[in-house]
């Protein structure tokens, strides 16, 4: 069964934090690079931050030393950290892995909103 939960979003003031989580079925999950993507409103979804089994990670610039991402391989879970929020984070995140991306499926997403 192929399943993405998203959660932990919500509404917070610029500057301040939220961790989101991601529960992924272990068909997904498994030894796959796993990442977390956004959709602002009127824009095209786009990476954030992405991480492979043996916990190497990247970002996109926009985020690069705001937002972290994890992973823990014993709960098919994967993390995302985001501190010093600005209100151009402001978007629906969604985590996803390549190839499932390839075949377009996607979760449910969480809304994250920063206001300002």
């Known amino acids: 069964q192929v399943q993405l939960v998203e959660s932990g979003g919500g509404e917070v003031q610029a500057g301040g934090s939220l961790r989101l989580s991601c529960a992924a079925s272990?068909?997904?999950?498994?030894?796959?690079?796993m990442a977390w993507y956004r959709q602002a409103p009127g824009k095209q979804r786009e990476s954030v931050a992405g991480?492979?089994?043996?916990?190497?990670?990247n970002y996109a610039d926009s985020v690069k030393g705001r937002f972290t991402i994890s992973r823990d391989n014993a709960k098919n879970t994967v993390y995302l950290q985001m501190n010093s929020l600005k209100p151009e984070d402001t978007a629906v995140y969604y985590c996803?892995?390549?190839?499932?991306?390839?075949?377009?499926?996607w979760g449910q997403g969480t809304q994250v909103t920063v206001s300002s």
């Open positions: 996803n892995t390549p190839w499932l991306v390839l075949k377009g499926y």
């Open positions: 272990g068909s997904i999950f498994g030894s796959n690079t």
């Open positions: 991480i492979t089994n043996g916990g190497a990670t």
